[in-house]
């Protein structure tokens, strides 16, 4: 029998201040990686990290500033009730109005990404959930949800507490004719359930347009979820990307 690999813990900070670095550098990665794999789409897009100590308060990135030059220091720190409370540029409405919300209803979550990348808001139109067609996509095995609506940009807090009601206690949901959106109880991990959620529309989509895919048994499905679909593995799997993008991109930590 292999050796079973158990997965490192969550990182222990020795204060606030530590803590509040290390989700900022994962966060400004987290927009690079996203970036590299073309979610970008003009000013769309968003991904917070709650603050370690003023937990109603949020990172998140600068209104009108592209992934790929987003580094540490032009993060910004948004209130709960949408002011910039540190840094000099604008918010994103949609990203407080989403945002603000899911972070209120959920405690447990510490970041969560959005972003109108090309699969997800294709299979987004479809207005239902993703099928267990492969292994990746296990990790969403009754984990996300569909909000089955859309009535234009969301400005209004009041429609981020519909999506917000919408995601209930899943890892993700798929916004009707808008895209993805997901969380996790770390940056690495809301950032990767993008990534791989993203992926997994991609070849749900691709599948389809094949024949007619078959499904993983339900009971195999839930058996996977576990193995793939746990808050550590998410971190788990974000970490040779963060590796990678910083060694490409060393001036994200500026």
């Known amino acids: 029998m292999p050796e ?11 204060s606030p201040e530590q803590e509040r670095i290390h989700r900022k550098q994962r966060l400004a ?44 220091s032009d993060l910004i720190l948004v209130n709960h009730e949408g002011k910039v409370v540190e840094g000099d540029k604008p918010v994103n409405g949609a990203a407080f109005a989403i945002h603000s919300q899911v972070h209120a209803a959920r405690p447990d979550v510490m970041a969560a990404a959005h972003a109108h990348s090309i699969y997800g808001k294709s299979w987004a139109t479809l207005g239902k959930p993703l099928d267990p067609i ?10 996300h949800s569909v909000f089955d609506d859309y009535t234009g940009v969301v400005l209004d807090i009041e429609e981020g507490k519909r999506i917000a009601h919408a995601l209930g206690e899943n890892k993700a949901t798929i916004l009707r004719n808008h895209g993805l959106l997901t969380v996790g109880q770390s940056v690495d991990e809301a950032v990767w ?16 347009a094949a024949g007619e895919p078959v499904l993983i048994d339900p ?33 994200l930590l500026d």
């Not at 079973?4 to 020795?14: A, G, Q, T």
């Not at 990665?29 to 968003?46: I, M, N, P, Q």
């Not at 359930?193 to 989509?205: G, K």
């Open 193 to 208: 359930w993008f990534i791989t959620m993203e992926r997994s529309c991609q070849a749900q989509l691709l599948a389809s």
């Open 29 to 72: 990665a987290g927009f690079r990686l996203f970036s590299k794999c073309g979610f970008d789409e003009g000013v769309a897009g968003h991904i917070t990290a709650r603050d370690p100590e003023r937990l109603d308060h949020f990172w998140v990135n600068p209104f009108g500033m592209h992934f790929g030059h987003i580094r540490v």
């Open 134 to 143: 492969t292994q990746d996509v296990c990790a969403f095995f009754e984990d």
């Open 4 to 14: 079973i690999i158990e997965l490192p813990p969550s990182m222990v900070f020795d």
């Open 219 to 251: 009971e195999m499905a839930r058996i996977t979820h576990g193995q793939v679909g746990s808050h550590l593995a998410g971190w788990y799997s974000f970490q040779p990307l963060f590796d990678r993008i910083v060694r490409e991109q060393p001036d």
